[in-house]
């Protein structure tokens, strides 16, 4: 509570003057009230300067105004006792009005120590919440710098499955040309078997055809050179069969074994890429929670930064309505 402004003498005297004015005695309720405030023993010096200034010089009166000398003493006495009350009643007035000031006073020290000691809380309290928001800052550019890492990786894992792939589709395209080639094989391989099962036949028909006609001609020569000439003809035809036979044989055991080398090798191209593609997606999936995991901590942390900051500001308010509650000559200076 702030202390009214003092009245100067040059107020007083310029009320007590305006009011005589009117055509009213200047007394110190009067002037009081046209100045709007004041009192104590101020406002009585004051006004009996100012009517000791204001008296008529000695010997001004008329004879014919001067009063009767018992009147006169009558008056003076009356006066005098008028001016003691008066005196008294504002030295009451005087010492209530410095009760009331001094309980003032007590009351505005006693608001000034708890605006002090909220002062030094609350600025206990900004320094603690600008120490978390320092900090939450801090952990915010880490989280950052994490999640700039892992898009880094990411990037890396994402060219390396980009790369899986086209190694995938590279391996896939031969593992297509190799079974082309090996169907091409087989389909030669059965070429070259029919051929020479057809060959095979061609020449037992015509071995056949020829001991057919070789025994027709012994048989027309004679019959002891024609059985053996058959005999021989008959040999002749099954070593060519057997080799016949043999060589079929074993261009057919070539093709198997080539055909289960490209099986072989084809399963292992399509292990080779389902493993790469497990490897890919799995390494993908850590790095897409990691990344989701830390986005999550990052959300949490700018709300909590954010409800910090409110409570930065929500005590910063505080701390200028408790020093707005100061009298100004209580308030801290600039």
Known sequence: ?????????????????????????PTLQN??????????????DLMREWREQHQPPAGSVSPALQLPTTVADLLHTATERLWAAATEVAHTRLAAEREQMQQELSQAAQERREADDLTADLEWQVESVQARLQEAQQREQHLLGEVSELRTQLTAVQ????????????????????????GSEREARERERHEAAQQRDAAVTQAREEARNEGERALQQARADGERALRQAQEQAQQRLASVQEISSRNEQELRQQAAAEGERARQLEEQVREVRQAAGAHAAELQAHVQAITSERDRMQGELSSLRQQLEIQQQLVQQALARLPERDKPAD
């Not at 002037?31 to 009585?44: I, M, P, W």
């Open 159 to 182: 060219t390396s499955a980009a790369q899986a792939q086209a190694a995938e589709q590279q391996l896939t395209g031969e593992l297509e040309r190799t079974r082309a080639d090996l």
């Open 31 to 44: 002037v009081r009230a046209h100045l709007g405030r004041g009192g104590g023993q101020t406002l009585s």
């Open 1 to 25: 509570m702030g202390r009214p402004p003092t009245i100067t003498r040059e107020e007083i005297f310029k009320a007590a003057e305006e009011i005589a004015a009117s055509g009213e005695k």
